[in-house]
């Protein structure tokens, strides 16, 4: 059985979707009116950014608690579930390229085009619905919200 804290897979789990949700607001937008505003290409990236390190940070709470190896880098911490079970190939390559994405945004922020930003928002945000179903079937969970509501309890602003 895998082993993890309800609360903090709740709270994370809580945050890639708040971010998720925002992503898919903006995702709404026209191209031209979406790249022609910095404040929804701006948020557009902190909310990638927000979402991906959530699920980077849901595996390396479940490595970290299961004891399984000490992953080389945060991409590699997808291939420790994978290699304990978790996630199948394509997932793995699919949550890689997230990380790689998440590296541009935070450390070659010049580099990212607005443009890919735009058809990352129209085409890949399925990735993060993937994943959480994935985690959810390697946790052992019901549906991601029982779990998120069955931890949070009382707190309902935290979803």
Known sequence: MIQFNPDKIARLISELRKAVQNLRRLRSNEKHSFLNDPDKIGSAKYHFIVAIESAIDICSHIVSRNR???PEDYADTFRVIHENGGFDAQLVLTLREMTKFRNRLVHLYWEVDDEQI???LQTRLGDFDR???RVSVF???GRMNDIVTDAIGE???MI
């Open 139 to 141: 946790l052992g969970l």
């Open 68 to 70: 399984f190896r000490v």
């Open 131 to 133: 994943f959480l179903e």
């Open 118 to 120: 735009y058809d990352i």
């Open 155 to 157: 707190h309902p602003e």
